[in-house]
Structures are given as C-alpha cells and as structure tokens.
C-alpha cells in the first residue's frame, strides 16, 4: 500500500496542472509564482477549518495532544464574541470560532469553518508560517520556497 502511494504520489507531481478557471488575462500572479511550483510540490497548508489533521494532531498549537475525538481533544480557538478587544497586542493571530456555526447535535459537530482573525484596533499580531512544529510534522525534507496564500473571510 504504501509503494502504492509513493506511485500515485509520483504521477501526480510529474502531471501537468490544470488551472482553466485561472483567469491569465487578468492576474498574471501564476505566470510569476510559476504553475509547477504552486501545484506540484510539497505544501504545507495550515488552515483553521475543521475537519483538520493539523489541529486534530496538535500541530497548529504545537501542544502535540492528540484529540481524543472528533468533538473532544483538540483546541478549539476563542469564541469570536467573548474574545478581549484587543487581545493582548504583539501575540499570534488567534484562532476563533463562531458559536452560531456550531449545531446542537454533537454527531454534526466535525465540520467548522473557524478561522485566525484580524481586527482594525487588534495592534500588531504576528505568526510563523511554518513553525516549527508543521516542519517537523510534514517539512523535514522539504525546501521551503516562501510562497504563502492567504484566504480572507470577508472581501475588504
């Protein structure tokens, strides 16, 4: 199974990309980044959603505590509404949920789509991207190039 993988993994990365829906008249953003680069090689995605293995596995807060379920175990992040304003100026990025995101029914409770928020008034919040806890986790052989995408909640 296992040689399986590394086939399939392979294939992949000698494909070439498909990325129709990018529109190159206008955002020749690909072109400077480069197509392979962006689509084919290692990637370390951090991401705020759940279901994810990164806060699942405890690498997000590096704490490494595994969780012990899909609803227990792992950091959930601050409720969007009872978070400080500001929080306390020169930390990380905070991961928050919204309460109205979550449902009643705990069986329906792996699906969440929580985020690291910035506020206007927060003051300077930083992070590292990847921290050490992602290298060791997914990038100990990787050549880490930089390219970073960010996804906003809400159009500025």
């Known amino acids: 199974l296992q040689f399986q993988e590394e086939v399939d993994r392979a294939t992949f ?9 990018w529109d190159m008249n206008n955002d020749r953003s690909l072109n400077e980044i480069g197509v392979n ?3 084919r090689t290692n990637a370390i995605c951090r991401t ?6 990164e806060r699942y596995e405890g690498i997000l807060d590096k704490s490494h505590k595994k969780a012990t379920s899909y609803y227990e ?3 959930k992040g601050f409720s969007q509404f009872l978070l400080g304003t500001p929080p306390i100026k ?9 309460a ?3 449902q009643a029914c705990e069986h329906l409770e792996i699906d969440h789509k929580d985020f690291f928020l910035v506020r206007e008034g927060d003051g300077w919040l930083s992070t590292t991207a990847p921290h050490n806890s992602e290298i060791e986790a997914y990038g100990k052989n990787l050549n880490v190039e930089g390219v970073i995408v960010v996804c906003l909640k809400l159009c500025p």
């Open 13 to 21: 990365r000698n494909s070439n990309p498909v990325y129709d829906a």
């Open 37 to 39: 680069r962006l689509f």
């Open 48 to 53: 705020a959603l759940l279901p994810s293995q």
């Open 73 to 75: 175990g792992y950091q």
């Open 90 to 98: 020169g930390t990380t990025m905070p991961l928050v949920y919204n």
């Open 100 to 102: 109205n995101d979550r």
